[in-house]
């Protein structure tokens, strides 16, 4: 890593640039391109102040509109038994890159333990699940990439499509492999697609 560092260094303040003018449209309209339309599936689309803001968050009507406060009566997951095995493994120069990034950048990454949602039950005014505590790192380094990498094949003018992109071609290929939680669970911050607040 340290022999990328000085590259990174000249490279990263450009690279952020192109990342920034990159749009929220753009986004919604690669990730569509990526995995297509699924009639069971769509876009969240928030109203507020006479706008529509479709964002990148999957969802589907049954997640929606749940009313169900998150306190100590409604929540009912529990931690799973024994650590479930990491459900990606980093790719090493994608990886490198991004601890090169974090030093180049100044940012402190620390290894903390973070919640993982493995499944999810939510009905009856109760939402049930399991999680795991899983390292921060384990996430850092695999399906948190995915967002950077969209976003600079859209700063390049790349096209998106199924093969294009490399990390996300491995870690999240295909609507099922997104709403599978076992799949493809991380901290439950997945970035595009991310997964429906409700789920």
């Known amino acids: 890593m340290t022999a990328r560092l000085p590259k990174t260094r000249r490279e990263l303040p450009i690279r952020q640039a192109r990342r920034a003018r990159v749009s929220r449209t753009d986004v ?10 699924d009639p069971d599936y769509s876009l969240y689309t928030a109203h507020f102040g006479g706008q529509a803001l479709e964002t990148s968050i999957l969802t589907r009507p049954e997640w929606l509109d749940l ?12 931690l799973a038994p024994t650590p479930s095995e990491p459900t990606a493994d980093p790719v090493p120069e994608a990886a490198l890159e991004r601890l090169a990034e974090v030093e180049a950048s100044g ?13 999810v039950d939510i009905r009856d005014g109760l939402i049930r699940g399991t999680i795991d505590v899983t390292p921060f790192l384990e996430y850092a380094l695999t399906l948190d990439l995915l967002e950077s990498e969209l976003l600079d094949a859209l700063a390049a003018g790349k096209p998106i499509q199924p093969g294009s992109l490399p990390l996300r071609d491995r870690y999240l290929p295909s609507l099922t492999s997104v709403v599978t939680l076992r799949h493809g669970s991380a901290p439950v911050v997945c970035s595009h697609y991310a997964r429906s607040p409700d789920q």
């Not at 919604?28 to 339309?37: D, E, I, P």
């Not at 009313?67 to 529990?78: F, G, S, V, Y």
């Not at 940012?107 to 499944?119: F, I, P, S």
């Open 28 to 37: 919604v309209a690669a990730l569509r391109a990526y995995y297509g339309t």
């Open 107 to 119: 940012v402190r990454l620390t290894n903390e333990q973070t919640y993982r949602l493995l499944d």
């Open 67 to 78: 009313n169900i406060p998150l306190n100590e009566t409604t929540d009912a997951l529990t």
